[in-house]
């Protein structure tokens, strides 16, 4: 097992590669955790885990109960849509402040507080009176869902220095897995819910799952450390930049309402997203203890490298998964049943690779193999049309679940060693940020690319897209010496 350092507090620098070998001494956790197990063990990755699949099953288990939610509040699928943006939006903006909160009060507490959230937006969702109270349910699944991942990465650290022992790949891919597993049974479930117990389940199955987050926290997280509760240490000093979090959550907002209508561009938008940028990084630049530390983005050119790729990957990624997927009903004529079962190869392939990712020695390799699948792939969808043979849809479903599997982890695990180490939580949700980014981008691509319907030409163009991309993420990652190969903060497996 690699030994590793912690990370300092002021990053990486530009071109470094990655430090090898070092844990930093351990430190008072405050009360143990009751019933605590074995570093690392089931215990401590059960709600983590069961947390973290909240947002993925969320984001795609409303696809199946929109036409019958649509129905019964007489309303039609420009405005259905915004059940999926409301959350999109929110997710994005939240999972920094999450992992900033995180960071500051302790990441247990933020965790705990995200469970409550989600049960509220489950009961809201499943007694809303009329749409627009549905859409509210949204924004606060959005808020609270996104709590579990940084809140889950700083959990990670915590005990890694806890126990002098660098959080081993394989837990890191778990995180990965988990998500894209349930990202891709949402769709199911959904569909399995709406037409079993009606659409309000898709909303109330959320009660029960946070429920069992929040008792396995509960039993099993360890207690916040002392510095990072109200008035001791650094936490108590440190002010969570309350101005800060506004700035960037309307700044965020305006940019991506932008991106969801590419296809009818909002242009007012575009003036206040860069007057409040610039107010942003103003207000950054003055404050002691900013919510996006731009000084140690500046001096952390290997952590903002990887968010880049991990952004650009995604657009790619959630092009395919959305244009493939139209594509395959409009052009193809597969029927909504056959195109998820065309698509079953992507997720199957995206969850093998997400732990072939997460057993890698290295960073630089899993993220060149997954830059090389994605030009890859969009070759072959170059080549698709209308006619083209089953054999042929499925292996380009399967070049494209190699890197969202490979990009996942191999992305992840840059992130928890080139962060800073009292930061990690914020690393982590500007890290979902851009993931959130890109897919709101792909979404308004394909808008414009396909129109009204999905064609040949819309999907070739999607193609030629992820082909230049997935070069551009190619060049990248090969020039990246941050991504030396074989060492990682993380361990390798065991």
């Known amino acids: 097992m690699n030994e590793v350092p912690a990370p300092a507090e002021s990053g990486v620098a530009p071109g470094a590669a990655l430090p090898s070998a070092r844990v930093a001494p351990p430190r008072e956790t405050g009360a143990p955790p009751s019933g605590s197990g074995p570093a690392f063990g ?22 199946t109960a929109l036409v019958a939610i649509g129905r019964d509040f007489h309303v039609g699928a420009a405005d259905t849509a915004w059940l999926i943006s409301a959350m999109y939006l929110a997710s994005a903006v939240g999972q920094p402040w999450m992992g900033r909160l995180a960071d500051r009060v302790g990441p247990r507490r933020v965790f705990l507080a995200g469970a409550v959230t989600v049960c509220a937006g489950g009961v809201i969702g499943a007694c809303a009176p009329g749409f627009a109270l549905l859409v509210v349910s949204r924004v606060v699944l959005g808020i609270g869902t996104a709590a579990a991942y940084p809140a889950a990465m700083a959990v990670l650290r915590a005990e890694s220095a806890r126990t002098g022992r660098p959080t081993p790949r ?55 450390r002392k510095e990072a509760r109200p008035g001791g240490g650094r936490a108590g000093s440190s002010s969570l930049d309350p101005l800060g979090m506004l700035l960037f959550a309307a700044a965020l907002t305006c940019a991506m309402v932008f991106l969801l209508r590419l296809r009818d561009p909002q242009w007012p938008l575009l003036a206040p997203a860069v007057l409040l940028s610039g107010v942003l990084v103003w207000w950054q630049l003055r404050h002691p203890a900013p919510f996006i530390d731009l000084r140690m983005l ?61 057993r890698t020695r ?19 969808l170059l080549l698709l049309h209308g006619a083209s043979p089953l054999i042929v849809l499925l292996g380009a479903g399967v070049l494209f679940g190699i890197p969202q599997g490979l990009s996942s982890t191999g992305n992840q695990a840059a992130v928890y060693a080139q962060a800073p180490a009292d930061g990690v939580g914020a690393a982590a949700g500007l890290q979902r940020t851009a993931q959130y980014i890109g897919a709101i981008t792909a979404s308004g691509l394909i808008g ?11 999907l070739h163009e999607i193609a030629l897209i992820g082909v230049v991309l997935g070069l551009l993420l190619l060049a990248l990652t090969l020039a990246d010496r941050g991504l030396r190969s074989g060492t990682s903060r993380t361990g390798t497996g065991g």
């Open 448 to 458: 414009v690319l396909y129109g009204q319907r999905a064609t040949d030409s819309g």
């Open 298 to 358: 500046a001096r952390n050119g290997a952590l903002v490298r990887t968010y880049l790729r991990h952004g650009l990957a995604y657009l790619v990624m959630y092009s395919v998964l959305y244009g493939f997927s139209q594509w395959l009903e409009q052009a193809h004529g597969a029927s909504s049943f056959q195109a998820g079962l065309i698509m079953l190869p992507l997720s199957l392939a995206a969850a093998v690779f997400a732990l072939v990712g997460a």
């Open 42 to 63: 089931a215990r401590l990755l059960a709600p983590l885990l069961l947390g973290s699949l909240l947002n993925p099953i969320n984001s795609t288990m409303i696809a």
């Open 170 to 224: 394989r837990v890191l891919g778990r995180l990965s897995l988990a998500a894209m597993s349930s990202a891709a049974v949402g769709p199911t479930l959904g569909g399995l819910l709406a037409a079993t117990a009606g659409w309000r389940a898709v909303f109330a199955v959320n009660v029960p799952l946070a429920l069992l987050a929040l008792l396995g926290a509960l039993l099993w997280l360890p207690a916040d």
């Open 362 to 380: 290295g960073i630089r390799g899993p993220l060149v193999f997954a830059a090389l699948s994605l030009a890859l792939g969009g070759g072959v």
